[in-house]
């Protein structure tokens, strides 16, 4: 059965860190680009990050730069979202989904961002993370 699940998630303090996982399965990684998603309750999902599978090329949301490490293991057929210096306002269920070879990106603007309303191939069931003190 084809299928993306994530862990990882959890509750934690201001300034902690998680580790997400995606991990596949019935497919591998190796042609296809990750995204990373998050959704609050009472608002819109929004792209956190993404790795290309032709070049690894990486992307993230300005809100997350400096501060979220994406990256992936083919061997493992997992991708993996390193969370540092969490804020309250990163708490939401993280997604992450698939698309064939690059991340689908949109222009807003004058910048370009993940972009959500794309018809990915894959997408996992979501894991909580929670950063609350």
């Known amino acids: 059965q084809v299928q993306l699940v994530e862990s990882g998630g959890g509750l934690v303090q201001p300034g902690g860190s998680l580790r997400l996982s995606c991990a596949a399965s019935g497919f591998t990684l190796d042609y296809y680009a990750i995204g990373w998603f998050r959704q609050a309750p009472g608002k819109e999902r929004e792209g956190v990050s993404c790795?290309?599978?032709?070049?690894?090329?990486?992307y993230y949301a300005d809100s997350v730069k400096g501060r979220f490490t994406i990256s992936r293991d083919n061997a493992k057929n997992t991708v993996y979202l390193q969370m540092n210096s969490l804020k309250p306002e990163d708490t939401a269920v993280y997604y992450c989904?698939?698309?064939?070879?690059?991340?689908?990106?949109?222009?807003?603007?004058?910048?370009?961002?993940?972009?959500?309303?794309?018809?990915?191939?894959?997408w996992g069931q979501g894991t909580q993370v929670t950063v609350s003190s």
């Open positions: 790795i290309s599978s032709s070049d690894g090329s990486t």
């Open positions: 989904a698939a698309a064939l070879w690059s991340c689908p990106r949109s222009l807003d603007g004058s910048s370009w961002k993940i972009a959500v309303r794309y018809e990915y191939d894959y």
